[in-house]
């Protein structure tokens, strides 16, 4: 099993520039979520999925968006890219019942200039 | 809402034991986690404890709960290089799907 793989692993944009960061679990869980980590600051809860189809707003939405027309992906947006949002990005995912343990990806270094 | 504090920075001799400390708001958090991040990487589940245990050990590590206190600290006995890396205290309600993270501890280890 791969878990959870993030793609890109770095990516420097231009102000005003969009990409998407693509998550995917093999893992068959119901929940994905997108974090960012800033020095100081630990993990930020971005957005975050209960299942295909579904997505719901974490504790900094601002400036992203979110998609999860598969289970086992979910995507993240910056539709016009902020040096605000120069971060490491994190996706997670975890199933319901148990410990809700999350699996993490590797991170995506984002740099907006 | 559930807020999780840490402090930042823990230095530690090879060989002695490293206690990291977290405090969190919410009573009703069920789950009380610690995970841990090695440069580069992916944070990774450490250990956890139940908020009706008082205490957890495993291997080298040991959880102390404190639930009057709201008070969760994490023992790392026998302290190695292999330790350093940075530690996150995290919190989770029963039904929630939200996991609250705290901005994390980081460990240096001296040799």
């Known amino acids: 099993n791969a878990g959870v793989t993030q793609t890109p692993k770095f990516r420097v944009l231009k102000t005003g520039q969009s990409m998407t960061l693509l998550c995917a679990q093999d893992m068959n869980h119901e929940y994905m979520y997108w974090y960012r980590q800033d020095p100081g600051m630990g993990l930020r809860l971005i957005h975050y999925s209960v299942g295909e189809g579904t997505t719901a707003k974490g504790e900094v939405p601002d400036g992203y968006n979110v998609s999860r027309l598969k289970k086992q992906n979910f995507l993240l947006g910056l539709e016009s890219a902020a040096p605000s949002q120069t971060s490491v990005y994190f996706c997670?995912?975890?199933?319901?019942?148990?410990?809700?343990?999350?699996?993490f990806g590797p991170g995506t270094r984002l740099t907006v200039t | 809402g559930e807020d999780v504090e840490q402090s930042l920075f823990l230095s530690v001799r090879e060989g002695d034991s490293s206690v990291i400390n977290c405090t969190y708001t919410?009573?009703?958090?069920?789950?009380l986690y610690w995970y841990k991040q090695e440069p580069g990487a992916g944070l990774q589940l450490l250990t956890y404890i139940f908020s009706n245990m008082d205490m957890k050990q495993d291997q080298r590590l040991t959880v102390l709960l404190n639930k009057k206190d709201k008070h969760l600290s994490l023992r790392i006995a026998d302290t190695q290089t292999g330790d350093s890396a940075i530690y996150f205290c995290?919190?989770?309600?029963?039904?929630?799907?939200?996991?609250?993270f705290g901005a994390g501890t980081r460990l240096f280890v001296k040799a």
């Open positions: 997670a995912s975890s199933s319901p019942g148990g410990v809700y343990e999350q699996y």
């Open positions: 995290a919190g989770r309600n029963t039904g929630g799907f939200k996991t609250i």
């Open positions: 919410d009573s009703s958090s069920t789950y």
